[in-house]
């Protein structure tokens, strides 16, 4: 819940002009229209957030599929209030199509707003170990599959990152300052930061811990783990399940499961 928010003010802050006038137009619509808002139900004055899949996209809707985890299919209307950022894609080529990805604002069945990514695919990619020790620079060099000097979302997802649908596309909108589609070297570096697998290994393990460690008791405790995680957010929670001993205090070797599962998403989903 509280990622959505945070997501939720990003957007905002990117798109305020464009969401406001699009809410006032909701309104609007809405008020001029009762009958069909009452057809929608309660859900017609509601904002909400949908991720899934395009499975047929017309010039003013698109039937769509979910792949949350409450799975359903929609008719989603386009109108020219609707705000779409094409994420990956070609400059000169700018189309929803069947197969696209999407994560939409939407009001009612109206879209607001919509982030489209191409059919990348989401699967979890575990950097490998050479990469964990690569500099930005040569970590940019591998990414850039075609060589052309930039990365696209696609290369970024297949080598960097793997393709979220719900804050993939909204991290590469904001890296990419100047909306050319792909990242140079400087707006790759400032994502790279972001990314959980280069931040996690920075340093050893061993080196976080001791670093984590403010009174070196050789365990760290609830407010000592949010240093090594990096965050405040979901702290107590998180900490929780690392402390697998329940002891209240997390040991080295727990310490180190929680940070090589943060840097091997495939280890994290077989905890899970
Ligand atoms: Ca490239
Ligand atoms: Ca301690
Ligand atoms: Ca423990």
Redesign the pocket.
Same mark, same amino acid.
Not at 243 to 251: E, F, H, I, P, V
């Given at each position: 819940m509280r990622l959505q928010t945070i997501d939720g003010k990003i957007d905002t802050m990117i798109h305020s002009q464009k969401l406001t006038l699009t809410a006032l137009a909701s309104c609007l619509i809405a008020m001029s229209v009762p009958a069909a808002a009452a057809e929608k139900k309660s859900s017609a004055s509601q904002d909400s957030m949908l991720i899934g899949i395009v499975e047929e996209a017309h010039p003013d809707h698109l039937m769509i599929a979910t792949t949350m985890h409450k799975r359903q299919k929609k008719r989603l209307i386009l109108n020219n209030q609707s705000d779409v950022k094409y994420v990956g894609y070609d400059e000169k080529k700018h189309e929803v199509e069947t197969g696209s990805m999407f994560r939409a604002q939407v009001s009612g069945d109206v879209i607001t707003s919509m982030y489209v990514t191409p059919a990348i695919g989401d699967g979890l990619v575990d950097p490998t170990p050479e990469m964990l020790k690569m500099t930005p620079g040569e970590l940019f060099q591998l990414a850039d599959k075609n060589q052309n000097g930039k990365i696209s979302y696609a290369e970024l997802s297949q080598a960097i990152k793997p393709h979220k649908p719900k804050h993939g596309p909204v991290m590469f909108y904001k890296a990419d300052t100047d909306k050319t589609g792909a990242l140079n070297r400087a707006q790759f570096d400032e994502l790279l930061v972001t990314v959980t697998w280069w931040k996690m290994s920075r340093k050893t393990p061993d080196e976080m811990f001791k670093a984590s460690d403010q009174d070196a008791d050789g365990?760290l405790s609830e407010e000592e783990f949010a240093i090594l995680q990096g965050t405040e957010a979901h702290v107590d929670k998180i900490f929780r399940s690392v +402390?697998?001993?329940?002891?209240? +205090?997390?040991?080295p070797a727990?310490a180190s499961a929680f940070i090589n599962a943060k840097i091997y998403p495939s280890l994290k989903d077989k905890a899970e």
């Open positions: 365990v +402390d697998k001993n329940k002891s209240g +205090d997390l040991d727990e």
